[in-house]
C-alpha cells in the first residue's frame, strides 16, 4: 500500500513538473523576473481580464508630462493595470519618439510603475529602412515612417527582406537593434534587476499598411524578421523580456497563423481589432473564439492588445474568453502637439466607469498582490 502511495504521488509530480515546464517562457535562459511576470500573467487571465491604456503616465487629453497623472485614475479612481510605451523612431538616435515623446521619461515612468506592482508592454513602430534614407522632409506617420509603403510590394521594394542577412539595409538595421538593447537595458529596478515586460514588435502583420505587412514581404520572410529579432536581443542579454505575436483583423486560424515564427520564440498570441456594432461583434467574437483556442493549446498567454471603443458589448463579449488585458490606445486629443483639443468629458455612462464596476475586469489596485 506504502509503495503504491508513493508511486503515485511521483506520478503526480511528474504530471505537475510537465505541467509546468508547458507553461513557461519560450526563452530557455528567461530571467527569474520573466518567469515570475509570466506566471502572474497566466493566474491574472484566470482571475479577469486586466484594463491596459498606451501612454497612459505620459499625457492625456488636457495634459503633458506630469508625473503621477494619469486620464484612466482620474476617470476611475485608479490606474490601468497594464500600460504601454512606444519607442517608434528610437532607431534614429533621438531624444523623442515618434509621439513627441521623451524616451527619459519612458524609462522614469515605465519604473515608477513597475515599482507599482503594474505590468509594462512596449511597441516599436519602426521607421521605413528603404524609405527613411531618402533625401527630403521626413515626417511622423508620414515621409520615411512605418506607415510609408505605398512603394512596396513582396517582389519589388521589399523592405523585409533589405534588413534580413544578405540585405542592404542588414547593417543598418542591426544598429537599430543595438539602439533597442541599449535602452531596454536602461530597464532595472532599485536592485539594478533588468524589468521584466511584454514586447509586441512586427504588429499587425494581417494588414498591409506598415512594411511588414502581408502584402509587403512573404510570411516566411515575416518569420524570419521575428526569429531574427529576438536572437539578437537575446543574444545581448535580454533574457527579461516576454514577446507577443500580433496580427490586425483575420477570421480564420490560418491567417491568424500565418508568418507565426515559432513557440520557442513567442510568449503570447494577440490581435488588434478596433470598431463597434453588430458586425465588429460578431468578428471580434470570432478572432477571440480563434485565438484563445491557439493559446491555450500552445500554452501562450492571450491578450486583445489593441482595441476601442470599450463598447458594453465588447465587455460582455470579452468576459466569455481567458484573455490577460484588453489595451486601449492613447488619448491623443489634447497635448503638447495639439494644444487646441478639447479635454475630456465624463459623464456617469462613460463606457470604462462601467467595466471599472465589472469585477472580471481588472485594474492595477485589483493585480497588486497577485502573484
Known sequence: MKRKYLTTLAAL?????INAQQWSPSDPQATPEAKALFTRLLNLQKKGCMYGHQDDLLYGYNWWNEPGRSDTKEITGDYPALTGFELGELELGGEKSLDGVNFNHIVERAKWFYKQNGIITISWHVVNPISSKWPGKKEPNGAGSAWDVGFLSVDGNNAVRSVLPGGPDNAMFNSWLDKLASFFMRLRDDNGKLIPFIFRPWHEHTGNFFWWGKTRCTDDEYAQLWRYTVDYLRAKGLHNILFAYN???????????????GDEYIDMLTFDFYGQGEQFNRNVENALKISTDIAAKKHKLHALSECGPLSVDLQNILTKFETSYALTWRNATRNQNNPSGEPLRINPN??????????????LNDIKDVK
Open 13 to 17: 509530480a511528474v504530471m505537475i513538473g
Open 247 to 261: 496580427t490586425d483583423k483575420f477570421s480564420t486560424a490560418e491567417e491568424y497563423m500565418a508568418g507565426y515564427p
Open 350 to 363: 462613460d463606457p470604462i466607469k462601467i467595466m471599472k464596476s465589472n469585477k472580471h475586469f481588472l485594474f
